[in-house]
C-alpha cells in the first residue's frame, strides 16, 4: 500500500506543477489518473475498510479532489466544479474524526454556494446551508455567499454587483462575474418593460458600467435590438418601434354601464 501511495504522490506532484502554471490539458489528463489509482485505495469513502495508511489515504485524496475543484474553477467548467465537489464532499461530511479539517473546506463550500446562486438554484442553496454546522454560518466564505443571496432576493443588485470587489478568496471572482452578468440581464430586462428609452448616463448608473465603452459592448453582445443613438439608449431599435394605439377608453366606459344596466333589469 505504501508504494501504491507513493506512486499517487509523485503523480499529484507532476499535477501541481502544472496546476501552478496553469497547463489545463496536461492537468487534466493526470487528474484522470489520479482518479484511476485512488479507487485502489481501501481506505477511501464509500467503503472506508481499515487499513493501516487510512489516514495518510484520505488525507492525500481530499488534497487531490479539492484541487480538482479549483482546478474546474479555473477552467471555468462548472459541470467539471459539480462533479468534483459531489466526490470531495463525502471527505468533509463522512470523515470528521477521521483526519483533521482541511483550511479549504469552507472556501470550498462558499464557494459551491455560489455556483447554486449563479445557477438560480435556490432551493438547493438553501438546503446546502441547513447541512452546515452552526459555527461555519460565521465563517466569512460561508457569510459572504449568504449576504449575497439576501441581496439578490431583495434585489438589492447594487450590494451584489459591488460586492465583487471584496470577494472572501481569489477563486469566487469567476462566479461572481458570472452573479454580475445575471444580475444586469435582470435589471436590463426590468428597464426595457419599464421605459423605451433612456440617456446614456442613467444607463450606465442603472446597470453600473463605469464607461460608455462597457455599455456599448453589453449592448452589442446581450441586446442586438437595443440601439445606441446619440445621447440615448433605445430599448428598441427605432425603426422596429410601432405607434402606440390609444385605448378607446370612453367607449370602454360607455359600454360597460351599458351591461351593467341590462343586468340590472334582468335580475
Not at 482546478?71 to 459539480?82: G, P
Not at 473546506?105 to 438560480?120: D, M
Not at 440601439?227 to 385605448?247: H, M, N, T, W
Request: overall charge negative; some cysteine.
Amino acid at each position: 500500500m505504501e508504494e501504491k501511495l507513493h506512486d499517487i504522490r509523485q503523480t499529484f506532484q507532476k499535477f501541481k506543477a502544472a496546476y501552478a502554471t496553469n497547463s489545463f490539458d496536461t492537468c487534466s489528463n493526470l487528474l484522470s489518473q489520479l482518479k484511476v489509482k485512488l479507487t485502489e485505495l481501501p481506505g477511501l469513502p464509500p467503503l472506508f475498510k481499515p487499513s493501516p495508511t487510512a489516514v495518510q489515504e484520505l488525507l492525500l485524496a481530499r488534497d487531490i479532489f479539492e484541487h480538482a475543484v479549483v482546478l474546474s474553477v479555473k477552467m471555468e467548467d462548472q459541470d467539471a466544479f459539480e462533479r468534483h465537489f459531489l466526490q470531495l464532499k463525502s471527505y468533509y461530511t463522512d470523515t470528521r474524526g477521521l483526519i483533521s479539517p482541511s483550511e479549504q473546506e469552507y472556501p470550498i463550500l462558499g464557494l459551491n454556494l455560489l455556483r447554486l446562486l449563479v445557477q438560480n438554484r435556490i432551493a438547493e442553496f438553501h438546503t446546502e446551508l441547513e447541512l452546515l454546522p452552526p459555527e461555519a454560518h460565521e465563517n466569512p466564505c460561508i457569510k459572504h455567499a449568504v449576504e449575497l443571496e439576501q441581496s439578490f432576493m431583495e434585489g438589492a443588485y447594487n450590494r451584489v454587483l459591488s460586492a465583487r470587489q471584496a470577494v472572501p478568496h481569489e477563486t469566487y471572482v469567476y462566479f461572481m462575474d458570472l452573479l454580475a452578468k445575471t444580475v444586469r440581464d435582470e435589471i436590463a430586462g426590468c428597464s426595457e418593460k419599464a421605459y423605451d428609452s433612456l440617456s446614456v448616463a442613467d444607463a450606465k448608473k442603472i446597470l453600473m458600467f463605469s464607461s460608455d465603452r462597457e455599455l456599448q459592448g453589453y449592448v452589442i453582445e446581450d441586446h442586438p435590438n437595443w440601439e445606441i443613438r446619440g445621447s440615448s439608449v433605445y430599448f428598441q431599435k427605432v425603426k422596429d418601434l410601432a405607434p402606440c394605439k390609444e385605448i378607446p377608453s370612453l367607449q370602454l366606459i360607455n359600454q360597460t354601464l351599458g351591461y351593467a344596466r341590462e343586468l340590472e333589469r334582468i335580475v
